[in-house]
Nanobody, 127 residues
Framework: QVQLVESGGGLVQAGGSLRLSCAAS????????MGWFRQAPGKEREIVAA????????YYADSVKGRFTISGDNAKNTVYLQMNSLKPEDTAVYYC????????????????????WGQGTQVTVSS
């Protein structure tokens, strides 16, 4: 059983930056592809970024491409989401998720490809 704990959320002005962290425990971190999702009030949870278990492949939603960067540190069992040039529309609860992969280069783009979820961290971007 994998436990995920997010941190790093908060209130920031438009144009600012935040770095989210997701610490994993209870499993072999290197066996999982990792993703960041977000959910704004009244909206569906959507994927923001994903990274393969070997870190060689990444995915970004069009809305964050060029502004967000996902990275992982297997030694620390932690995945990060660096968010730059934040916009008010980035306001949401951000969730970290993990999914088991046989392939080192695989990452999931949908919620059903992730088995474990964190509790979420609020990101609020003021205009």
């Amino acid at each position: 059983q994998v436990q995920l704990v997010e941190s790093g959320g908060g209130l920031v002005q438009a144009g600012g930056s935040l770095r989210l962290s997701c610490a994993a425990s209870g499993g072999t971190f290197s066996r999982y592809h990792m993703g960041w999702f977000r959910q704004a009030p009244g909206k569906e949870r959507e994927i923001v970024a994903a990274i393969s278990r070997n870190g060689g492949s990444t995915y970004y939603a069009d809305s964050v491409k060029g502004r967000f960067t996902i990275s992982g540190d297997n030694a620390k069992n932690t995945v990060y989401l660096q968010m730059n040039s934040l916009k008010p529309e980035d306001t949401a609860v951000y969730y970290c998720a993990a999914g088991f992969s046989f392939s080192g280069n695989y990452f999931g783009r949908t919620r059903r490809e992730y088995s474990y979820w964190g509790q979420g961290t609020q990101v609020t971007v003021s205009s």
